[in-house]
């Protein structure tokens, strides 16, 4: 059985019978001499042969591999995954495509997978890897390497990087005193509160938005309240136990999964939501309203609103030919009201 080899620019020159150069203008998106009869003709004839642009030869002549590297530490997070989507989709209309790499937090992959996208050629980096509340010697290092590389930097809810680059971060102070300040609302004075991990900054700042609604309505801070989950589904389910024992009537999440995760072991308690218990989630993702009682939430109206911004703002930084001052850019949190939070009995 023979072997299909890819088709070549040489190999469509040859079947059109027009020269190198000719097919290659006609088949790039930059004006040239070619007129639209022979650029239509090749075109079609590309089609026709399964032709495939080589990324690696455009690049070398454009100094451009229309590439972007994607750094994450938890693509198993349904809004990190949900953002990914929508920088992915939104890159591809401009022709870039993305290349993606999972760096396991706390550890030195991170700074493995940035020198490997660098050194694949990247036109520039997108960085969703969560930030620490104090900046650690990794952190430090990466932050450098980037810096050292002169590529352009979309850092999502990290401030590791702040030079070259936009820094584009949701407002999760505002959101946890949203959400909080709902529950107080509807009567409910002893919240648990299903934190993350404490290290992280979106957690302190969520963290800080709860104490801060809680402190408005005269109700005192009670540290046997707050659980410490790890963003995960298993360690929402975890949560619920301890958190009933504290006899709250509210939890409040620091995200949708971990929401996901007392709604499964409400079942097994016979905890009705919200006949029993009020819970408030983050991030307002998609699977919010496929629940029985669907999630209350805070987040943005779109779920993919950052993921379309992050993505534009790095083709213009690729695009622009001067290097300007960094751009921060924070996105405003929304209450999205369900089914899951009611007045207390």
Same mark, same amino acid.
């Not at 002893?190 to 005269?218: M, P, W």
């Given at each position: 059985?023979?072997?299909?080899?890819?088709?070549?620019?040489?190999?469509?020159?040859?079947?059109? =019978?027009?020269?190198?150069?000719?097919?290659?203008?006609?088949?790039?998106?930059?004006?040239?001499?070619?007129?639209?009869?022979?650029?239509?003709?090749?075109?079609?004839?590309?089609?026709?042969?399964?032709?495939?642009?080589?990324?690696?030869?455009?690049?070398?002549?454009?100094?451009?591999?229309?590439?972007?590297?994607?750094?994450?530490?938890?693509?198993?997070?349904?809004?990190?995954?949900?953002?990914?989507?929508?920088?992915?989709?939104?890159?591809?209309?401009?022709?870039? /495509?993305?290349?993606?790499?999972?760096?396991?937090?706390?550890?030195?992959?991170?700074?493995?997978?940035?020198?490997?996208?660098?050194?694949?050629?990247?036109?520039?980096?997108?960085?969703?890897?969560?930030?620490?509340?104090?900046?650690?010697?990794?952190?430090?290092?990466?932050?450098?390497? /980037?810096?050292?590389? %002169?590529? $352009?930097?979309?850092?999502?809810?990290?401030?590791?990087?702040?030079?070259?680059?936009?820094?584009?971060?949701?407002?999760?102070?505002?959101?946890?005193?949203?959400?909080?300040?709902?529950?107080?609302?509807?009567?409910?004075?002893?919240?648990?509160?299903?934190? %993350?991990?404490?290290?992280?900054?979106?957690?302190?700042?969520?963290?800080? %938005?709860?104490?801060?609604?809680?402190?408005?309505?005269?109700?005192?801070?009670?540290?046997?309240?707050?659980?410490?989950?790890?963003?995960?589904?298993?360690?929402?389910?975890?949560?619920?136990?301890?958190?009933?024992?504290?006899?709250?009537?509210?939890?409040?999440?620091?995200?949708?999964?971990?929401?996901? =995760?007392?709604?499964?072991?409400?079942?097994?308690?016979?905890?009705?939501? $919200? =006949?029993?218990?009020?819970?408030?989630?983050?991030?307002?993702?998609?699977?919010?309203?496929? /629940?029985?009682? $669907?999630?209350?939430?805070?987040?943005?109206?779109?779920?993919?609103?950052?993921?379309?911004?992050?993505?534009?703002?790095?083709?213009?930084?690729?695009?622009?030919?001067?290097?300007?001052?960094?751009?921060?850019?924070?996105?405003? $949190?929304?209450?999205? /009201?369900?089914?899951?939070?009611?007045?207390?009995?």
């Amino acid at each position: 059985m023979g072997i299909n080899m890819k088709t070549t620019i040489k190999d469509l020159a040859r079947e059109s =019978g027009f020269s190198v150069a000719t097919v290659s203008l006609a088949l790039s998106d930059k004006p040239s001499r070619v007129n639209t009869e022979t650029i239509q003709k090749i075109r079609k004839l590309a089609k026709k042969m399964n032709y495939t642009p080589n990324r690696l030869a455009a690049g070398l002549a454009t100094q451009k591999s229309k590439m972007i590297g994607f750094v994450t530490d938890d693509f198993s997070n349904t809004y990190i995954s949900a953002n990914f989507m929508a920088i992915d989709m939104e890159l591809q209309k401009s022709g870039y /495509l993305l290349m993606a790499s999972s760096a396991v937090r706390d550890t030195e992959y991170a700074e493995f997978a940035i020198k490997n996208l660098v050194s694949s050629g990247v036109d520039g980096i997108i960085y969703n890897k969560s930030a620490h509340t104090k900046m650690s010697e990794l952190d430090k290092r990466i932050g450098d390497y /980037l810096e050292q590389s %002169g590529l $352009p930097v979309v850092s999502c809810d990290n401030p590791l990087y702040e030079k070259y680059g936009v820094g584009v971060k949701f407002d999760y102070c505002k959101g946890g005193y949203l959400a909080t300040k709902h529950l107080i609302e509807n009567g409910h004075k002893k919240i648990g509160c299903l934190a %993350g991990d404490i290290n992280l900054q979106v957690t302190a700042d969520r963290f800080e %938005g709860y104490r801060s609604a809680l402190k408005e309505a005269g109700i005192a801070f009670d540290p046997d309240l707050v659980y410490y989950g790890n963003y995960s589904i298993g360690s929402g389910g975890e949560a619920l136990p301890y958190l009933l024992g504290q006899g709250v009537t509210a939890i409040f999440a620091f995200n949708d999964q971990m929401a996901f =995760g007392i709604y499964k072991e409400a079942q097994k308690y016979h905890v009705s939501i $919200p =006949g029993d218990l009020s819970v408030i989630g983050f991030d307002n993702t998609q699977f919010c309203d496929v /629940l029985d009682a $669907p999630l209350t939430s805070v987040g943005s109206f779109s779920s993919n609103a950052m993921g379309v911004v992050v993505a534009k703002k790095m083709v213009e930084l690729i695009e622009q030919k001067e290097k300007a001052d960094r751009e921060r850019i924070v996105f405003e $949190p929304s209450l999205f /009201l369900r089914g899951s939070t009611a007045e207390r009995k």
